[in-house]
């Protein structure tokens, strides 16, 4: 599929039909939902049709470039659909979705990979086809359009706590701001190995189409949406939704390889390397695994790994997507990673797996984030920034110098009432000195500053979760914040806390049972 420019509509008219879009999408999602549908669920139905929906404009499109077979065969596409009504419509959309499925390694088979109907009104099945869907031009015109317009569908899902469906999304302010600092251009390869609904990926094709379109050859264009970006999930029913939301937003092609593969990423070693990384690893519990280092140490749970790339052996899910991080990698290539606080401070494989970090990489910033941005609860993160360099003479370390940016202290947020904006993100993409890192000062306010690689070696046990500052509402009355924010960081701080003492227990061999009762309260607080 071919980017569509829309530079006839203006920014101003594009959110407005945008919004236009989500709020017409997001009126048959409530009907669904009525329906016994979460919203996530709906977006999965949504996708299905879309993807069938735009084979068929493809199909279509006369100035389409001839291919020898059909994205999707005649008696399971779009039209087959339209069609049928009632209960014949309902029966032929099961065999659709059964059969469409049987595709590994192409889009078609990514989105459809496990797909089941979950629409069992065929009334409300036929209103969403001929409506919805029917009526709307899906590639033809306007393919940012749509594509907010979905990732806005997907951002509404995340709020559905009850699915869990955040912890695949990443706050996109968050993710505007760490593309801008790394500057992804037209010769990189970018890939994100937990790529969630895609929005790091997306957002780095949309940030090169902006800054050098205009400069692309044609070899180059086709490259951007044909495989230098690529991503892996877990879960199929994610990585259904990355697929779909690539291919809103340009990126792939409908009849071609998938560009979002489905699998365990820590399984195997990587078989093809990027000069550009950006990602955000589930956060969680420790994994199910048992894991082989260089070390000759093994940590045994139920599943193995056999990484002769680990350098440090350990269960930590994080940590070992860390590693991974690091083999995926070319040299020279960048990187940058939302990773909970534990892998600063953690000891063990923790401690060795950052002095290799600091010896091997360039580990130049470090950004803290502040609690209450992400769906997933309990979460305190950080932004990675490193690059892969190779050995220097004398053992001498790649890394001189890290700057850490602390947006955490005396930084409120709430999903609800205060939300994290770009423009809360300004100060730290101005201190970054991204044209040239060399010129960085540390900033009057005293969120920014540098520590020397002799300094952080020195910390015990290479502890990179450096505080200094102080929250002035712990001092000032008049800094108090509203009762909902403080509520809602005691919620953060009880769900983190939590978190850990269910990583202390597994350590030690127990058994974790959640307290069902103290999860609802947390969830009600």
């Known amino acids: ?13 594009a959110v407005v039909q945008t919004n236009s879009l989500v709020a017409k999408l997001w009126s048959y999602c409530n009907v669904l939902r009525d329906n016994g549908l979460s919203t996530i669920e709906y977006v999965e139905q949504l996708s299905y049709l879309l993807f069938l929906k735009m084979a068929d404009e493809l199909a279509a499109d006369p100035f389409a470039e001839e291919t020898a077979d059909p994205i999707v065969p005649a008696n399971l596409d779009w039209q087959s659909l339209v069609s049928k009504r009632g209960e014949e419509l309902e029966a032929h959309y099961r065999r659709v979705l059964t059969e469409l499925g049987k595709h590994p390694g192409t889009t078609l088979g990514t989105v459809f990979a496990k797909a089941q109907n979950r629409i069992t009104e065929p009334a409300l099945l036929e209103k969403l086809v001929v409506e919805l869907i029917g009526k709307t031009d899906w590639v033809l015109e306007g393919t940012d359009l749509k594509g907010d317009a979905y990732e806005g569908l ?15 999304f990443t706050p996109r302010p968050l993710i505007d701001a760490m593309v801008q600092v790394m500057r992804p251009g037209p010769t990189d390869t970018i890939t994100d190995p937990a790529c969630g609904t895609a929005g790091f990926l997306i957002a780095a094709h949309s940030h090169i189409r902006e800054h050098h379109l205009k400069g692309l050859s044609r070899e180059q264009r086709l490259a951007l949406g044909q495989g230098t970006i690529w991503g892996n999930e877990l879960v199929p029913g994610t990585a259904r939704l990355a697929a779909m939301n690539m291919l809103l937003h340009g990126i792939g092609e409908a009849g071609g390889e998938s560009l979002i593969t489905t699998g365990d990423a820590l399984a195997d070693a990587p078989s093809r390397r990027a000069s550009l990384v950006l990602a955000n690893p589930p956060f969680g519990k420790k994994s199910a695994i048992t894991v082989r280092g260089t070390d000759g140490k093994t940590d045994r749970e139920d599943i193995s790994y056999d990484r002769s790339d680990f350098r440090a052996t350990t269960t930590n899910k994080q940590l070992n997507f860390l590693q991974h991080i690091m083999s995926l990698m070319e040299m020279d290539g960048r990187a940058a990673v939302v990773l909970p606080d534990n892998v600063l401070f953690e000891g063990g494989a923790g401690e060795k797996i950052r002095r290799r970090l600091l010896q091997e990489f360039n580990l130049h910033t470090i950004l803290r984030l502040p609690t209450g941005i992400f769906y997933a609860g309990g979460v305190k993160a950080n932004v990675l920034f490193f690059e892969k360099k190779p050995p220097r003479a004398d053992d001498v370390p790649n890394t001189s110098e890290v700057w850490v940016y602390d947006f955490r202290t005396g930084m409120h947020f709430t999903l609800k009432q205060r939300p994290l904006r770009l423009a809360d993100l300004a100060d730290f993409i101005e201190a970054y000195k991204a044209d040239d890192r060399s010129t960085r000062k540390e900033t009057e306010d005293g969120r920014f500053k540098r520590f020397t690689y002799e300094e952080l070696i020195a910390r015990d046990k290479v502890n990179l979760d450096v505080t200094w500052l102080k929250d002035p509402a712990l ?30 227990a597994e350590a030690l061999g127990g058994e974790v049972k959640p307290d069902v009762a103290a999860e609802e309260v947390i969830a009600e607080a």
């Not at 599929?1 to 008219?13: C, G, Q």
């Not at 997907?154 to 695949?168: C, I, V």
């Not at 009355?477 to 939590?498: N, R």
């Open 1 to 13: 599929m071919s980017t569509t420019e829309t530079n006839s509509i203006t920014p101003a008219k």
């Open 154 to 168: 997907l951002a509404k899902g995340a709020e559905d706590t009850k699915t869990g469906a955040g912890q695949y």
């Open 475 to 504: 001092d000032d009355a008049d800094s108090l914040l509203p009762p909902e924010v403080i509520a809602q960081e005691i919620v953060e701080d009880l769900q983190a806390a939590l978190a850990e003492f269910e990583a202390i």
